[in-house]
């Protein structure tokens, strides 16, 4: 047996292997038929394939040996020559060809010369107001009120009626049930318990208002989820309301937001503390941003890569065939997106080996308590202790997809530190506003 390769030209190369018959007449004539019954070929019996493709996947083994052993960069896989035609049966010598698709060579290095924007997020009074008037509501107490709002939670008795608006006979009647305007999904019924007093009484439509949620209609009606699908109006009779009082703007209201280790006694430290931790939160943008910009510029810096677009094309549209896809075309679009993504993929790998990138099992250990501390954050929880944090990280990463989805974090994440550290990082802070511009701009 001999391969060969020829260099067809800058992106794009041809393997050659030629086979005598004497190459798999004893040995290798066996491992094919063995072949053929550890792994059956689609549309073939198990040991009935016929030899024709089963010498393909032989040819392909010698194919990835030449390719390893001789450190070849390829793209995407080997595809099979179109002008391969191979008579096993009769011919004593076989040839099988395959294209491939040539990595190009990059020659990038990274230095102080090259500038990527790093943006810092304002944090104006106006934010630190807002995130204080969160938490105020957040921290607050329900306490009797004489007038409800939207924010209000109500108990009080309803009645089903029937078609003319009269009681209904053998109808729903709850004597004590809880209604909040605030999560109704239908603004005209929300606004009907706004503004009402204890002893009001009016008509509404719970399946109305709660968007037909039978889950909701369930709790507000107090029956089985197999009764709670009523259309019907009932008559509600407001017998209590509650609302909600902030809580005042004391010690104990700073250890509720800012932690029970907060040292901080009065309302200008206590709002600083808050305008700091705005800032903390808002890392996480300023980086994926930073990501945004370095791509750009990286990929820039690298020049024009020349890529096998043809045959990358041709490898897609194969493995949409494999895959059984209805629709195995690839429009100019999605070819474009797709080298676009390549060309800023061999940039990364490139680099990542430039700058000796190893994740170790402490970085992915870091980037699941990251990612747990951010999802915390979502649900208004931004200082949560160290252990819940972890507990948290723990439980993400008994899940197989968020657990890969942590890993590739922990790699971008040690990537781009280093990348930060070899170029010339250019602070600048901007509005929250601006801030989001730059995303149109990339539109």
């Given amino acids: 047996m001999n391969v060969s390769f020829e260099q067809i030209d800058a992106v794009n190369g041809l393997l050659t292997v030629e086979l005598k018959r004497d190459d798999f007449a004893s040995d290798v004539n066996k491992e094919v038929a063995a072949m053929g019954q550890r792994h059956p070929i689609k549309g073939f019996r198990p040991g009935h394939a016929p030899k024709s493709l089963l010498m393909k996947y032989y040819g392909a083994s010698a194919v990835y040996d030449y390719i390893r052993e001789n450190k070849l960069q390829i793209l995407g896989e080997p595809l099979p020559n179109e002008d391969t035609k191979v008579d096993i049966m009769n011919d004593e010598e076989m040839t099988f060809k395959y294209d491939l698709g040539m990595a190009p060579a990059i020659d990038l290095k990274l230095n102080k010369r090259i500038n990527v924007p790093y943006y810092i997020i304002e944090v104006t009074d106006q934010m630190v107001d807002d995130a204080i008037a969160h938490d105020r509501k957040r921290l607050g107490t329900l306490v009797d009120g004489e007038v409800s709002d939207k924010e209000s939670m109500l108990r009080g008795s309803m009645i089903e009626l029937d078609e003319q608006g009269n009681d209904k006979q053998d109808g729903i009647k709850v004597e004590r049930t809880v209604i909040s305007p605030r999560y109704m999904v239908d603004d005209d019924e929300a606004?009907?318990?706004?503004?009402?007093?204890?002893?009001?009484?009016?008509?509404?439509?719970?399946?109305?208002?709660?968007?037909?949620?039978?889950?909701?209609?369930?709790?507000?009606?107090?029956?089985?989820?197999?009764?709670?699908?009523?259309?019907?109006?009932?008559?509600?009779?407001?017998?209590?309301?509650?609302?909600?009082?902030?809580?005042?703007?004391?010690?104990?209201?700073?250890?509720?937001?800012?932690?029970?280790?907060?040292?901080?006694?009065?309302?200008?430290?206590?709002?600083?503390?808050?305008?700091?931790?705005?800032?903390?939160?808002?890392?996480?943008?300023?980086?994926?941003?930073?990501?945004?910009?370095?791509?750009?510029?990286?990929?820039?810096?690298?020049?024009?890569?020349?890529?096998?677009?043809?045959?990358?094309?041709?490898?897609?549209?194969?493995?949409?065939?494999?895959?059984?896809?209805?629709?195995?075309?690839?429009?100019?679009?999605?070819?474009?997106?797709?080298?676009?993504?390549?060309?800023?993929?061999?940039?990364?790998?490139?680099?990542?080996?430039?700058?000796?990138?190893?994740?170790?099992?402490?970085?992915?250990?870091?980037?699941?308590?990251?990612?747990?501390?951010?999802?915390?954050?979502?649900?208004?929880?931004?200082?949560?202790?160290?252990?819940?944090?972890?507990?948290?990280?723990?439980r993400f990463m008994q899940d197989d997809r968020t657990r890969e989805m942590i890993q590739e974090h922990a790699i971008d994440n040690k990537f781009y530190a280093a990348v930060k550290e070899s170029v010339k990082v250019n602070e600048k802070t901007i509005s929250v506003e601006d801030f989001r511009k730059l995303y149109e701009k990339d539109k």
Avoid: C
Wanted: net charge negative; glycine share 4%.
């Fill in 191 to 394: 606004a009907k318990f706004v503004g009402v007093k204890v002893g009001d009484t009016f008509v509404f439509n719970p399946h109305k208002a709660n968007g037909g949620n039978i889950a909701e209609l369930a709790a507000m009606l107090n029956v089985d989820r197999n009764q709670a699908d009523v259309k019907s109006d009932f008559r509600v009779t407001i017998e209590e309301i509650k609302v909600n009082q902030e809580a005042e703007m004391n010690e104990e209201f700073f250890k509720g937001v800012l932690g029970v280790e907060t040292d901080v006694k009065d309302e200008a430290a206590f709002r600083e503390a808050v305008r700091e931790m705005i800032g903390r939160a808002n890392v996480p943008e300023s980086n994926y941003r930073f990501t945004v910009d370095a791509q750009r510029i990286l990929t820039d810096k690298a020049g024009e890569m020349q890529l096998p677009e043809e045959f990358l094309k041709r490898f897609l549209k194969l493995r949409r065939e494999q895959d059984e896809k209805e629709n195995t075309e690839v429009t100019d679009e999605e070819a474009q997106e797709m080298f676009k993504s390549l060309r800023w993929q061999l940039v990364k790998d490139h680099l990542a080996q430039e700058l000796g990138i190893q994740v170790e099992k402490e970085d992915i250990d870091t980037a699941a308590f990251i990612f747990a501390q951010q999802q915390l954050s979502q649900y208004g929880i931004y200082n949560a202790p160290d252990d819940l944090i972890r507990q948290q990280a723990e």
